[in-house]
């Protein structure tokens, strides 16, 4: 199947910057649409960010101007740039991966096959 590997996360002031990173291994010669999600402790797993197989982008509203996903090549690695950090923003963040091509709901955790380990990012205040 497929393998994620996220990195890129730490400790931040508020305010700061970090880049997360999603390497896929694999079953990456298809195309497939990846997401960033976070989830903070007690709370639900929540979108964050998609980039879909063709290269469209989708945004959380509490993301939208702040952070940007991207692919380097086509589609491997995707990375989240994550600027004026807030310390709301502090969550594991997790990318998924998803082989469907049909749906355009990148904001729903059941899109997705395949999910990461997780990244902690805390942002201090």
């Known amino acids: 199947q497929v393998q994620l590997v996220e990195s890129g996360g730490g400790l931040v002031q508020a305010g700061g910057s970090l880049r997360l990173s999603c390497a896929a291994s694999?079953?990456?010669?298809?195309?497939?649409?990846m997401g960033w999600f976070r989830q903070a402790p007690g709370k639900e797993r929540d979108f964050v960010a998609a980039i879909s197989w063709n290269g469209n982008t989708y945004y959380a509203d509490s993301v939208k101007g702040r952070f940007t996903i991207s692919r380097d090549n086509a589609k491997n690695p995707v990375y989240l740039q994550m600027n004026s950090l807030k310390p709301e923003d502090t969550a594991v963040y997790y990318c998924?991966?998803?082989?469907?091509?049909?749906?355009?709901?990148?904001?729903?955790?059941?899109?997705?096959?395949?999910w990461g380990q997780g990244t902690q990012v805390t942002v201090s205040s």
């Open positions: 694999g079953r990456t010669f298809s195309l497939y649409s």
């Open positions: 998924a991966l998803t082989f469907n091509l049909v749906s355009t709901n990148y904001d729903r955790v059941s899109l997705y096959d395949n």
